[in-house]
C-alpha cells in the first residue's frame, strides 16, 4: 500500500486519479486550496476503498506555505511514496497578452508554483532515496502557438523543469515522470468547442496512473497525442507561423 500525495486535488483530472488510487485501497493526501471541497471528494474516496484519506488547505500560489506544509503533512501521514502536482489555470491568451499582471498571475501558477512544489518534493525524497515524482504538464510545452503561448511558455517551463529533475534524481532512485496531456473535457474548458481530439478525465486519469506505474520518463496522454505534436514540431516555422491553431 502506498501514500499518494495529490497537489491540486480539486481539479477534475486528480480527482478522477484519486478515485483510482482509491479504488486500490492507497492512502491518499489531498492539499487543495477549498477545504470543504476536499472534504467532499474525501467522502467520496472513502466509499471507494481508499484505505485513509487526509485533506489539507493550501493556496498553492503562496509558494512560501509549500515546505511547511509538506512538512505537516509527513508528521501527521508519514512518509510519502508518490506524489503528483495537478494544479493550474488556463489564461484568456487576449487578456493575458494586453495585460501584463494577467500573464504574471498565469506564470506564477502555471510555473513558479511548480518549480517550487517541485524542488520542495526533489529535496524531501531525494535523501530518502525511493519514491515517483509525477508532473502534469501538457502538449502546450511542446511547441509555442499563437492561441495559446502564455499557457504554453508557463507549461514548457515546467515540462523542462520536470525533466532535468529527473536527471538529478535519477542517480538517487527517485522516478520523475513528466505527464503531458493533450485536450481535456473539464470545467476549465467549458467555453471550448469539442472536438474528436477531446478526452474525458476519466480516459486521461488512467492514462496518467498507467504511467506512473511503468515508470514512464515522458507519458502523452492518451498517447495519441506523441504522434500529434510530432507533427506539430516538424510543420516548418514559415508555414507555422501562418496556422491558427
Known sequence: MNTILIVGATSAIAE???KLYAGQGQRLVLWGRNLNHLHSIQNNLEVLGAAEVFCFEIDLDVCGKHADLLEETVAKVGAIDIALIAHGVLPDQQTAQENFAAMRASLHTNFLSYASILTVLANYFEPRKRGTIASITSVAADRGRKSNYVYGA????????????RGRLSA????????KPGMVDTPMTAHFKKGLLFASPKTVASGIVKAIRKNKSTAYVPG??????????SIPEAIFKKTNF
Open 16 to 18: 478522477e486519479i484519486a
Open 154 to 165: 508557463a507549461k514548457a517551463g515546467a515540462s523542462a523543469f520536470t525533466d532535468g529533475l
Open 172 to 179: 538517487s532512485g527517485v522516478h520523475v515522470v513528466n505527464i
Open 224 to 233: 495519441y497525442w506523441r504522434l500529434i505534436m510530432c507533427i506539430i514540431r
